[in-house]
């Protein structure tokens, strides 16, 4: 009995020295605290962002490396071992520094928006969850306080096989306009495909189901689709969709422009049979949060 007591203290004790916290600050080469940095366990999805003072905090073991990257700096990546504190200053990168310059962190966000042709008024919130769930959620709801109503909730998160890294998630999207209504659900597979520092580009894979009732319509269709979110100019940014429902073509188109460091304009097109609208948006990102 008592050498098992000191066995599973021996364990219990392994287990606490090699899984600890590790704390440490990001800076610049001028001393500068850089926020947003993004500080992953390399082939892992497990990561953290840095405070508005350049302060981090993860757990992680001894041999554990710890992957810094940051838009416009060269990352760097810094084996654990023994350290309990590790700060870190980034250099910039000089070949990407003046191509990306409103890139930004999104962790918290919260927008507003109106629809030009159903008169709607929406607020909308994305969150961004590390441990221990790692999953981005995101929810937006709008309508004039009358017939016209529309619900979008989306959840997805990362993973890796082997190094490849890509996004799984759900969608589901649900409107009345008009006494007409439809209702779709999702599953996507997104794949980013542009730099590490500018990771808001990126090709999404979407197959679901659409319910969709009007005057003319009361059907149950199968379809797949495709997204393509490309950098047009610095800090301008295009999603072009398209999915197909068996005979029912649905198109969204969507524009971001980050005009000041947290602030956001968005505005986007969404055309499906009947079901037509144009909307502008506002959104403001709370990076530490």
Known sequence: MKHSFFLFLLLYCTTCVAQ??????????DGEAILGVTIAIKDSAIGVV?????????????????????????????LVGSQNTIHVVLEEDLTTVHAI????????EVSTSYGFNYNTVGLGIYKSIWHPLYIDLNASISSDFNINKKFEFSLSRSLSVKSFY????????QADFNFNNFK???????????????????????LGQLKIQNIELNEHDLG???????????????????????????VELKGDYNIRYNWIINVRYHHISNYEEVSLGISYNLRNW
């Open 184 to 206: 779709k659900n999702e599953l996507f597979f997104k794949k980013n495909i542009g730099r590490n520092r500018d990771p808001f580009q990126y090709l999404k894979i979407k």
């Open 224 to 250: 797949a689709g495709i997204e393509l979110r490309k950098r047009l100019i610095s800090g301008l940014y295009l999603n072009s969709a398209y999915t197909y429902w068996n005979g029912i073509n649905e």
């Open 101 to 108: 310059v409103h890139y930004y962190q999104k962790t918290f």
């Open 20 to 29: 600890r916290t590790i704390t440490g600050n990001v800076s610049d080469t």
């Open 50 to 78: 840095s405070d508005f003072d350049g302060n981090y905090s993860i757990v992680a073991s001894i041999e554990d490396v710890l992957v810094f990257s940051y838009a416009g700096f060269e990352p760097q990546e810094i």
């Open 166 to 173: 890509f996004k799984v998630g759900l969608n589901h999207e």
